[in-house]
């Protein structure tokens, strides 16, 4: 039935779509970010690993120490015509026990070296870069491997109680071995970093992203399980990754407020 003024009355639900457009027309004409703007404030969280100067740092120690075992053993313990320079500087302790609290001393700082390494490469792992976390997995804990494994070597060369200058002679050559062995891993390692460094790589999701939208033939992807792979494997894969997307989440958020106010 039409009113006396001859006006119809319109329906609730255009008005309710025409209000909301409002709103949204409202919201879009605010200050926009583009992509550019936020993928380069969120490179510039990228973070070098500093345990390349660590790294560095221990193997000249190591050879530092190496050297002057090999002088101690042959002017103290061999006794090459400085035995009384040596009873002057040594006391009454022998030169191989000198040797002996040398090496335990080198082995505290590669444990603490290696507990630098896990903490910054935590940090890295928790950046998103799953990638280089589990490539240097095994690599980050070789040179403890390395020195513990000298360290049986000398336990079971002290504990053979050989004549003096033969136990001299082999506590030097497992110096040497563990030297030859030690320093190339730990160089491996600082390369391996340093090439991190210098290509200063978005992280890993980004990364996949970013092949998925620029390549020319469609690729399945490698999220899913696999034959070839272990299940276990998977499962850590999806954890880190979940953890991951979490943590670029809230950074993203707050880039967002950040770049909002700024505009």
């Known amino acids: ?32 970010i583009s992509a550019d703007a936020l993928h ?38 061999l006794k090459v015509g400085q035995e009384e320079v040596c009873a002057s ?14 090496k335990v001393g080198l082995w505290a700082l590669v444990l603490l070296f290696t507990a630098c390494v896990q903490h910054h490469h935590s940090r890295t792992r928790s950046r998103g870069y799953l990638h280089f976390y589990r490539q240097m997995q095994g690599l980050k804990h070789l040179p403890l491997t390395v020195h513990s494994a000298g360290n049986v070597l000398l336990l079971v060369v002290l504990a053979a109680r050989l004549p003096g200058n033969v136990q001299t002679y082999m506590l030097v050559s497992v110096l040497g071995l563990e030297l030859l062995v030690g320093v190339p891993c730990l160089i491996y390692y600082a390369v391996k970093v340093m090439q991190f460094n210098r290509e200063r790589a978005a992280p890993d999701v980004s990364q996949e992203e970013h092949s998925r939208n620029f390549s020319v033939t469609s690729m399945p992807t ?8 272990s299940l276990e494997e998977v499962v850590e894969k999806q954890a880190d990754l979940i953890e991951y997307l979490k943590q670029h989440n809230t950074l993203l958020s707050k880039r967002l407020l950040n770049l909002t106010a700024q505009h």
């Open 89 to 102: 500087i040594l006391g009454k302790v022998s030169g191989d026990s000198v040797i002996v609290f040398g």
């Open 1 to 32: 039935m039409e009113p006396k003024d001859g006006t119809l009355y319109a329906p609730a639900g255009p008005s309710v779509d025409i209000t909301r457009s409002l709103d949204e027309d409202s919201m879009v004409d605010g200050p926009l």
């Open 222 to 229: 490698e999220t899913g399980f696999r034959e070839c792979s």
């Open 40 to 77: 380069s404030a969120i490179r510039r969280e990228f973070q070098t690993v500093p345990t390349t100067y660590h790294a560095g740092l221990l193997s000249l120690l190591h050879v530092v120490y190496v050297v002057l075992s090999v002088c101690l053993a042959v002017l103290c313990a």
